[in-house]
């Protein structure tokens, strides 16, 4: 990484080419990761998790807004284990890749038990801070959209639709405000808040940019699991006999074991590769903000031991 502010394609290929030159070390911790978060969501899907209420077409008035209520109510129930592990399994391997990324940047070498070792203290701490970050996102969500949902009516629907809209909006702002905690927690040994009001004073005059980041890198990311899931899908479908129609149609808890397991493959390809460069580009974009914001350049090449700087610098 080159000790200066960083632009976008840096930070993505930075991201890229550390992952490239320690792929044992990540993509080793990562595919780890992926396959015990896999497991755990296979074996929800198949056995906790309650079936998709269905909704009358025909139905009209209250009936209707009760049935959107619980067919929203049951949607989210099913959503929010398996979001809760993935933002679990990715902060698992950010502690590892933020590790990488700090000592690839001063031209340190790094293997996954000096990497695991140095990560491990901030292990709970991390999962504190997913579980603090998805308790206030859900808080957000309840207050959006509960009023509207209690009225009962039409009105109450469209008052929920507005909450929601709302609530949706907080969202985004706190999700990338939020956005460096992580590394925060990480590299300078923040507690959780502190981690979290790191974020935002980084983030702060450059939620645009950080935004604009950030959506590039999900948008690459959607790209590559749209991309693998496709051929996996099919392959599941045929090796399940499930029929295209009901697949589309909502009838997914219906199906058997190979569908799951061969989703399931698809999916720890897809996590492995994607989990450690999200982390590596958070860790890149935290690094350039306090570059910009600190001059952490000037103390990396210190660090790094590179001549003009510090002890370093020829006396006259």
Request: aromatic share 8%; charged share 15%.
């Amino acid at each position: 990484m080159p000790l200066r502010p960083l632009s976008l394609g840096e930070i993505l290929d930075g991201s890229v080419s550390a992952l490239r030159a320690h792929w044992r070390t990540a993509l080793g911790f990562s595919l780890t990761v992926s396959v015990i978060t896999q497991i755990a969501v296979i074996l929800m899907q198949r056995y906790l998790l309650p079936e998709p209420t269905s909704i009358d077409p025909n139905a009209t008035g209250a009936e209707a807004l009760r049935q959107t209520a619980d067919s929203a109510r049951s949607t989210l129930i099913s959503l929010a284990p398996g979001s809760l592990l993935s933002m679990i399994a990715t902060l698992f391997t950010a502690s590892v890749v933020t590790v990488i990324i700090s000592r690839s940047v001063l031209g340190r070498p790094t293997t996954l038990a000096d990497s695991w070792a140095e990560a491990r203290p901030r292990v709970l701490p991390l999962l504190g801070l997913t579980v603090l970050v998805a308790v206030i996102m859900a808080a957000i969500m309840a207050v959006g959209i509960g009023p509207g949902l209690l009225l009962g009516s039409e009105a109450g629907a469209a008052l929920a639709f507005l909450g929601f809209a709302a609530a949706c909006v907080v969202m985004l702002w706190l999700n990338v405000s939020f956005a460096l905690a992580a590394p925060a927690l990480m590299l300078e040994r923040q507690s959780i808040v502190a981690a979290l009001r790191r974020s935002a004073k980084l983030v702060r005059g450059a939620w645009w940019r950080t935004f604009g980041i950030l959506a590039l890198t999900y948008l690459l990311t959607f790209l590559l699991t749209f991309l693998v899931s496709i051929p996996f899908t099919a392959i599941a479908v045929i090796a399940d006999g499930t029929e295209a129609g009901d697949l589309f149609g909502g009838t997914a808890p219906s199906v058997g074991w190979p569908f799951l397991i061969v989703t399931g493959i698809g999916e720890v390809i897809v996590s492995t590769l994607i989990y450690p460069f999200v982390a590596g580009v958070m860790a890149l974009l935290y690094m350039d903000q306090r570059i910009r914001r600190e001059a952490l350049d000037l103390d990396l090449a210190r660090a790094a031991g590179l001549p003009g700087y510090g002890d370093n610098t020829p006396r006259s």
